[in-house]
């Protein structure tokens, strides 16, 4: 049986400067970052989808549940708030949402440059193959550098945003 093949950075081929071609620039950069922002952007949004789903559920029927006149069904009211509120402050930390919408714009964004790119349209018709490969990468790298910022930025911002909030709360 063949051993899957080892994507680590530092199992990466030592090149020559200028060396690499499209073909295993797609295949080595593009492909892997495709697949790994299409893994994240499915995995945020799922959590996403799920913990909201919790939420509207548990914060529609607590109200039902205490209105009946069942022995201590304040208990489990009780503990389904709880979870409603672990699953909000969660979404509050971990912003799956804003993820699962950077992951998947990321995602489409690269996968547009590399059809632009092989169809020569776009920014790269009229360029010599060369300067066309060059500008991709620029692009590309441009793409994962720009959703890197835009997702600590998120992570960090909203996050620091209710702190100050909580702190400062004749700002509202």
């Known amino acids: 049986m063949e051993q899957p093949e080892n994507k680590h950075?530092?199992?990466?081929?030592?090149?020559?400067?200028?060396?690499?071609?499209?073909?295993?620039?797609?295949?080595?950069r593009l492909n892997q970052f495709r697949e790994w922002y299409d893994k994240k952007a499915t995995d945020a949004k799922k959590l996403y989808l799920r913990m909201r789903a919790v939420t509207v559920v548990g914060g529609a029927i607590v109200p039902v549940l205490i209105n009946l006149p069942i022995k201590n069904i304040d208990i489990a009211a009780t503990i389904i708030s709880l979870l409603v509120v672990v699953f909000i402050s969660l979404e509050s930390v971990f912003h799956f949402r804003e993820q699962w919408k950077n992951y998947r714009a990321t995602e489409q964004l690269l996968a547009k440059e590399y059809f632009n790119f092989v169809t020569a349209e776009g920014p790269y018709r009229k360029l010599e193959e060369k300067e066309a490969f060059l500008t991709f990468v620029e692009r590309v790298e441009n793409a994962i550098e720009s959703e890197n910022a835009s997702t600590l930025n998120v992570m960090t911002t909203l996050s620091d945003k209710k702190s100050e909030s909580k702190e400062n709360p004749k700002d509202k």
């Open 9 to 28: 950075w530092s199992h990466q081929k030592l090149r020559q400067f200028g060396s690499m071609s499209p073909e295993e620039y797609i295949d080595e």
